[in-house]
């Protein structure tokens, strides 16, 4: 709508177009402000975690071996859950071999929140740098409206208002 209302010169799809920008920025900023800061990332992952190691007791083992390969990690704290709930290693906890050199030694709560804490912040650096621009895009928005009124009441210029 900002492109086709610079490109005709349409002052109506100007502004309409700044009115959206200004409802995406109030969005942006609720989210920003009142959604993102109040997610408590550590307390999911010990909830996300223990609810995998939850399933794997009872034969679910799917999640708990997920984590384990894509987060080089064994155990909620570490190998010996397995040992202390009477379960064998599972081949997800090593590296390449099963042998003593290769299983993964950290746990995988650790790991989990280390993940969303990092995925947080990326999210959260998109978050300003997309409220950025969006604020760049209305300030663009507003300067060619009102410069394109000015025009058109200047020099009588066509600036179309639709």
Known sequence: MGCCGA???SLCCL???AIFLVLL??????????FMKDIDYEKQAKIDMDTAWQEYLHSNFRTMN???????CCGRYGPSDYEAAGLKIPNSCYKKHIIPEDLYVNGCLAALK???NET???LFTFEWVTFAVEVIALVCAITLAITFQYESSR???EVSNF
């Not at 920025?25 to 009142?34: K, R």
């Not at 997920?66 to 080089?72: G, M, P």
């Open 114 to 116: 280390k993940a969303y």
């Open 155 to 157: 020099y009588g210029s």
């Open 120 to 122: 947080q912040s990326r």
């Open 25 to 34: 920025i109030v969005a942006d900023l609720v989210l920003l402000i009142g």
């Open 7 to 9: 490109l005709a010169e």
């Open 66 to 72: 997920n984590y384990q390969n894509a987060l080089h």
């Open 15 to 17: 502004w309409t177009y």
